[in-house]
């Protein structure tokens, strides 16, 4: 199984995925080594696709196969072709007529990997979070049936292919666009698979924080499933196929529907923003740091004696969803100056407060340093200060949100906001760690509202053959 390529974090990445797209983290497109067909050495990783080099992307097993024929790999270094329809009757009759697709629509994340994809996966554009419950009725065989006809399905649609003989047609004419299909088990899984002696500790449901206001209807679940891709309609398709998939199995808990910024909307690769305008992502642990691996992920020899996790959860990871409401309209009646203290970064740049006119997104924050008056220039309750490793015992998490947008509510506001979404190897050492210290008030909280909470087991990805979650249920 390939290793999976990590992602580089935004502001320091110079090539951060297509079209000069701004990117909070890692590089796009995945696996060191092998994308078979072509073999080719530059089709592990997403070429860059920036304005110096356009028109380069992944090739996907689907383009070279079903659209290249007689073109072959000059039309797949050229950039591939069509979607999935390229290879159907209808088009495929002249393949010359082929157009590639565009970096965007090519870039394509591997499924079989040793981490799942979709985390450290770079933000995509669309995202939706789905969670189910396992139908009455269904137990552990039904869950077998279901997480294998899953991940047959993700392993398809992220390489571009047709969902099935029942496929929707939603993203028929589009590249797989980097879509990724994650797989999580929530803590009522395991009683309804009578796989209890299995459920990480972990797993144990996150305590209660005194300002949470959480729908529980919208929160946990059996079972969870996170779509990300740079298209809306790839996403929506992987979204329906992945509903159509459960069959009676299990029916949907709650979805929420995500964003981030298009790929190639900034001149150049960025870190995210966030619906507070603010420059959210610098911070983030960077794959290449030394311990990145052991705080993100279970280590792959994971033992109840080793780490305290089982065998199971081997290069998996924790997820904790949080749909944070953010108050904009508080929030847009204060200045920038005032903005810029909640968080104790520049709004314009991402640059700490504490580093002066020539300070930069990666300047590093100076805690002690104040102004003439003493006053700490990073405020002691800014948010930027709060979360840090340094306070919060080594506490770490990536963070991998979407923004949402679902309207505007009876009181006649937005509701709008956070897809907060964390990974670490141990959520009581990430999350709830800094959540609790949130939660006794930094300077953002009166500008936020946590509304509903999941947290999950995702386990390592599937092997060649293998489906997601296997080795849970058949170990
Ligand atoms: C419990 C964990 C966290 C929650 C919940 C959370 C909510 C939240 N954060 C922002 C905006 C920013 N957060 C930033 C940094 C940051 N936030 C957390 C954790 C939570 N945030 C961490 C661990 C960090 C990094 C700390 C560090 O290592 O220095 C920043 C600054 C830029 C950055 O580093 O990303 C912003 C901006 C919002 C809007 C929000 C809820 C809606
Ligand atoms: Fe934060």
Same mark, same amino acid.
């Given at each position: 199984?390939?290793?999976?390529?990590?992602?580089?974090?935004?502001?320091?990445?110079?090539?951060?995925?297509?079209?000069?797209?701004?990117?909070?983290?890692?590089?796009?497109?995945?696996?060191?080594?092998?994308?078979?067909?072509?073999?080719?050495?530059?089709?592990?990783?997403?070429?860059?696709?920036? /304005?110096?080099?356009?028109?380069?992307?992944?090739?996907?097993? =689907?383009?070279?196969?079903?659209?290249?024929?007689?073109?072959?790999?000059?039309?797949?270094?050229?950039?591939?072709?069509?979607?999935?329809?390229?290879?159907?009757?209808?088009?495929?009759?002249?393949?010359?007529?082929?157009?590639?697709?565009?970096?965007?629509?090519?870039?394509?994340?591997?499924?079989?990997?040793?981490?799942? &994809?979709?985390?450290?996966?770079?933000?995509?554009?669309?995202?939706?979070?789905?969670?189910?419950?396992?139908?009455?009725?269904?137990?552990? @065989?039904?869950?077998?049936?279901?997480?294998?006809?899953?991940?047959?399905?993700?392993?398809?649609?992220?390489?571009?292919? +047709?969902?099935?003989?029942?496929?929707?047609?939603?993203?028929?004419?589009?590249?797989?666009?980097?879509?990724?299909?994650?797989?999580?088990?929530?803590?009522?899984?395991?009683?309804?698979?009578?796989?209890?002696?299995?459920? /990480?500790?972990?797993?144990? &449901?996150?305590?209660?924080?005194?300002?949470?206001?959480?729908?529980?209807?919208?929160? #946990?679940?059996?079972?969870?499933?996170?779509?990300?891709?740079?298209?809306?309609?790839?996403?929506?398709?992987?979204?329906?196929?992945?509903?159509?998939?459960?069959?009676?199995?299990?029916?949907?808990?709650?979805?929420?529907?995500?964003?981030?910024?298009?790929?190639?909307?900034?001149?150049? /690769?960025?870190?995210?923003?966030?619906?507070?305008?603010?420059?959210?992502?610098?911070?983030? /642990?960077?794959?290449?740091?030394?311990?990145?691996?052991?705080?993100?992920?279970?280590?792959? #020899?994971?033992?109840?004696?080793?780490?305290?996790?089982?065998?199971?959860?081997?290069?998996?990871?924790?997820?904790?969803?949080?749909?944070?409401?953010?108050?904009?309209?508080?929030?847009?009646?204060?200045?920038?100056?005032?903005?810029?203290?909640?968080?104790? =970064?520049?709004?314009?740049?991402?640059?700490?407060?504490?580093?002066?006119?020539?300070?930069?997104?990666?300047?590093?924050?100076?805690?002690? @340093?104040?102004?003439?008056?003493?006053?700490?220039?990073?405020?002691?309750?800014?948010? +930027?200060?709060?979360?840090?490793?340094?306070?919060?015992?080594?506490?770490?998490?990536?963070?991998?949100?979407?923004?949402?947008?679902?309207?505007?509510?009876?009181?006649?506001?937005?509701?709008?906001?956070?897809?907060?979404?964390?990974?670490?190897?141990?959520?009581?050492?990430?999350?709830?760690?800094?959540?609790?210290?949130?939660?006794?008030?930094?300077?953002?909280? @009166?500008?936020?509202?946590?509304?509903?909470?999941?947290?999950?087991?995702?386990?390592?990805?599937?092997?060649?053959?293998?489906?997601?979650?296997?080795?849970?249920?058949?170990?």
């Amino acid at each position: 199984m390939a290793d999976q390529n990590l992602v580089e974090d935004g502001p320091a990445a110079p090539k951060g995925g297509r079209g000069g797209a701004d990117r909070t983290a890692p590089a796009r497109t995945t696996t060191k080594g092998s994308r078979s067909p072509s073999g080719g050495s530059g089709l592990g990783r997403e070429r860059d696709t920036s /304005p110096g080099n356009p028109g380069e992307g992944p090739i996907s097993r =689907r383009r070279l196969l079903g659209t290249a024929g007689a073109t072959g790999l000059a039309l797949g270094a050229a950039g591939g072709g069509a979607g999935y329809a390229a290879g159907s009757a209808s088009s495929s009759s002249s393949a010359e007529k082929v157009t590639p697709l565009s970096s965007l629509g090519a870039g394509e994340v591997m499924f079989h990997v040793k981490h799942q &994809p979709g985390i450290t996966t770079p933000l995509q554009a669309r995202g939706h979070l789905v969670a189910f419950d396992l139908a009455a009725g269904s137990g552990r @065989k039904e869950a077998v049936a279901l997480l294998r006809r899953w991940s047959e399905t993700a392993r398809r649609l992220m390489a571009g292919e +047709a969902a099935g003989q029942d496929d929707t047609d939603i993203a028929r004419d589009a590249g797989p666009s980097s879509l990724t299909v994650t797989f999580g088990f929530g803590h009522s899984f395991f009683a309804r698979t009578g796989l209890e002696k299995q459920r /990480p500790e972990s797993l144990d &449901p996150l305590p209660d924080f005194s300002s949470d206001q959480l729908d529980k209807t919208r929160s #946990n679940g059996d079972l969870w499933v996170q779509i990300g891709a740079d298209d809306a309609l790839v996403a929506f398709h992987a979204l329906r196929a992945v509903q159509k998939d459960a069959g009676g199995a299990a029916r949907v808990r709650w979805q929420m529907n995500g964003f981030n910024r298009s790929p190639g909307a900034t001149a150049h /690769p960025m870190t995210a923003r966030n619906l507070m305008g603010q420059i959210d992502g610098t911070r983030n /642990p960077k794959p290449a740091e030394s311990d990145f691996d052991e705080r993100i992920f279970v280590p792959a #020899n994971a033992s109840p004696d080793t780490s305290g996790d089982p065998a199971w959860m081997a290069n998996g990871s924790y997820a904790v969803v949080r749909r944070i409401r953010m108050l904009l309209d508080d929030w847009e009646q204060l200045s920038v100056k005032a903005q810029e203290d909640v968080i104790g =970064r520049r709004k314009s740049d991402g640059a700490p407060l504490s580093g002066g006119a020539k300070a930069i997104e990666t300047t590093a924050m100076d805690l002690e @340093k104040t102004d003439a008056q003493g006053n700490l220039l990073v405020p002691i309750n800014a948010h +930027a200060r709060i979360t840090r490793p340094d306070q919060n015992g080594g506490a770490a998490m990536l963070r991998r949100p979407f923004s949402f947008h679902d309207g505007i509510d009876a009181k006649g506001v937005p509701d709008a906001g956070l897809l907060f979404v964390c990974w670490q190897a141990d959520p009581l050492r990430g999350f709830v760690t800094v959540q609790r210290k949130l939660d006794r008030g930094d300077a953002l909280s @009166k500008f936020i509202r946590h509304e509903s909470s999941g947290l999950f087991a995702v386990p390592g990805g599937a092997g060649e053959g293998e489906y997601v979650g296997q080795g849970l249920l058949e170990g």
